[in-house]
């Protein structure tokens, strides 16, 4: 299943990504500069923070419990379709996801 | 500058590498660890890895990054000497490899106490992914464990296991829990926490042998005062030691640690260190820690360094976490110099304990709130009359800080 990611500055990246692999693992795995994920998942750090594509905002549902209070310290400004890519697990109906990337994770 | 060779693939040497190509650095870069395999995290060992027992979860890069990024990875190899003049190091293999830079990233090795026992089968510590396969499986076979030291490591241990059913005591030398890394205060609430979680918390309780049975393994702990504590499975979980020797024996100034300058190198300029092996220099007194943020923040600093020139010393500030059940334990700060303590009541019930020193923040503990903590980040050094007018609610203090700036802008 792929993903592309679109950086702040227009550069995209397309990357295969295993069911269950969250967007900020696959993107840091991939070496993605515009995602840190500096606490690994755990929900602590706002540092894979990411705008998901409005043509996907539905599928990808909304934000989980807890994520609003980290958003809200993130470095980068908070739109409606702000998510933090680690609480974004690959499932077969996100084949083809577009993910747009903040000017700054920290 | 051609050629950069880091000596540690753990998460800060990885981080160097990776941080090195984001700068753009064009030349060569060699990677080498010890460890056989991909680098890896380390601190969902004793957290998530215990319950799910996925390593392959735990890769920090795939294996196709290195190719891609042209970091050459040499695991499973030890570098056992450094020739500063010749600018070369010494692999266990009999090769050599040159450098223009050498970054060490050689981490900290657990420490064993020198007690009777410690040797015996049934005797575990917690560092690798070895470690923790073995540490893992044993769990499911032991009857009883006993973890010496109520440290982070110990403590996410004994809350996992106590998970899984099984009996454990901590025996813990100091006082109270995690002493070197939080307040009395949150010590108290975590030792609350274990206790309600069907631990057996022993505190000033040293010990001072492992018992072993006629077949050499290990069969409890017996304590300074002559207590026993029957347990077959001993974690040991006493600290660290930081892994100065390589440098120390190529002359390199040591401070607990490699001693680095505000750019973080070493006497060598030719040579920095990050990360848990290294002493640096922060707000004005020189410090060790063993973080995973230190680590990366460390590469990242080093790699502006190196490539852009940058020449701000490094100021992160520093933060630690520790998951125990399901307690999420989040420190923002150091408080080496608090004179002060208060812990806020809050109707949630969760534990915050703010840390002063000379009526400004120095450190805000949190547990299960995310939001406090990274509120916290931005407001170390605030006055605490400020915050008290505020009733100690951090992201209040913060949005109105925001908000008035954007008024002044």
């Known amino acids: 299943m792929k993903v592309k990611f679109i950086a702040h500055d227009g550069a995209e990246t397309e990357i295969e990504v295993a069911e269950g692999e969250s967007m900020m693992r696959a993107a840091v795995l991939n070496n993605i500069d515009g995602v840190i994920g500096e606490c690994g998942g755990s929900m602590m750090c706002a540092t894979c923070h990411c705008y998901v594509d409005d043509a996907w905002a539905g599928l990808t549902g909304s934000q989980n419990e807890g994520e609003p209070d980290l958003l809200d310290c993130a470095a980068s400004e908070v739109k409606s379709t702000s998510r933090l890519s680690c609480q974004i697990k690959m499932r077969p109906e996100l084949d083809g996801l577009v993910i747009h990337l903040p000017e700054a994770q920290r | 500058m051609q050629r950069i060779v880091i000596i540690g693939s753990g998460q800060g040497g990885l981080q160097m590498a990776a941080s090195l190509r984001q700068e753009k650095f064009e030349g060569s870069i060699v990677l080498i660890g010890e460890e056989p395999g991909l680098p890896y995290q380390?601190?969902?060992?004793?957290?998530?890895?215990?319950?799910?027992?996925?390593?392959?979860?735990?890769?920090?890069?795939?294996?196709?990054?290195?190719?891609?990024?042209?970091?050459?990875?040499?695991?499973?190899?030890?570098?056992?000497?450094?020739?500063?003049?010749?600018?070369?190091?010494?692999?266990?293999?009999?090769?050599?490899?040159?450098?223009?830079?050498?970054?060490?990233?050689?981490?900290?090795?657990?420490?064993?106490?020198?007690?009777?026992?410690?040797?015996?089968?049934?005797v575990m510590s917690l560092r690798t992914l070895t470690d923790a396969e073995r540490l893992r499986s044993a769990i499911a076979r032991a009857s009883h464990a006993v973890v010496v030291g109520g440290g982070f490591i110990g403590l996410e241990f004994a809350a996992m296991a106590r998970k899984s059913g099984l009996p454990v005591t901590v025996v813990e030398a100091a006082e109270r829990l995690m002493a070197r890394a939080v307040s009395p205060a949150m010590s108290r609430a975590f030792l609350e926490k274990h206790r309600a979680m069907g631990s057996n918390v022993r505190l000033n309780a040293l010990a001072g042998a492992v018992l072993t049975d006629v077949e050499g393994r290990a069969r409890g702990v017996s304590l300074a005062d002559g207590t026993a504590i029957a347990g077959d499975l001993i974690l040991i979980a006493t600290g660290v030691r930081p892994n100065v020797e390589l440098a120390a024996e190529a002359g390199l100034e040591n401070a607990n640690g490699i001693a680095v300058d505000g750019l973080l190198r070493t006497s060598d300029p030719a040579v920095s260190a990050l990360g848990d092996v290294c002493s640096f220099p922060l707000g004005g007194v020189r410090v060790r820690l063993e973080s995973v943020q230190a680590a990366v923040d460390h590469a990242r600093h080093i790699a502006k360094v190196l490539v852009k020139g940058e020449t701000a010393h490094y100021n992160a500030l520093p933060w630690f976490w520790s998951d125990q059940a399901d307690w999420k334990l989040q420190i923002a700060g150091l408080a080496l110099d608090a004179d002060e303590e208060l812990a806020v009541s809050r109707e949630s019930g969760a534990p915050l304990v703010l840390r002063f020193g000379a009526g400004r923040l120095l450190s805000a503990e949190t547990v299960n709130d995310a939001g406090s903590h990274m509120a916290a980040r931005n407001l170390i050094g605030t006055s605490k009359s400020l915050l008290e007018s505020n009733n100690y609610n951090l992201r209040a203090v913060l949005k109105a800080l925001k908000e008035a700036s954007a008024v002044v802008a």
């Open chain 2, 42 to 122: 380390r601190p969902p060992l004793s957290k998530a890895y215990m319950e799910d027992g996925n390593g392959a979860a735990l890769a920090l890069r795939s294996g196709s990054f290195f190719e891609r990024s042209e970091i050459t990875l040499l695991d499973g190899r030890r570098a056992v000497a450094i020739d500063r003049k010749a600018q070369e190091i010494a692999l266990d293999d009999g090769r050599r490899t040159s450098y223009d830079h050498l970054i060490l990233a050689t981490g900290a090795r657990n420490f064993l106490p020198p007690i009777p026992g410690i040797t015996a089968r049934g």
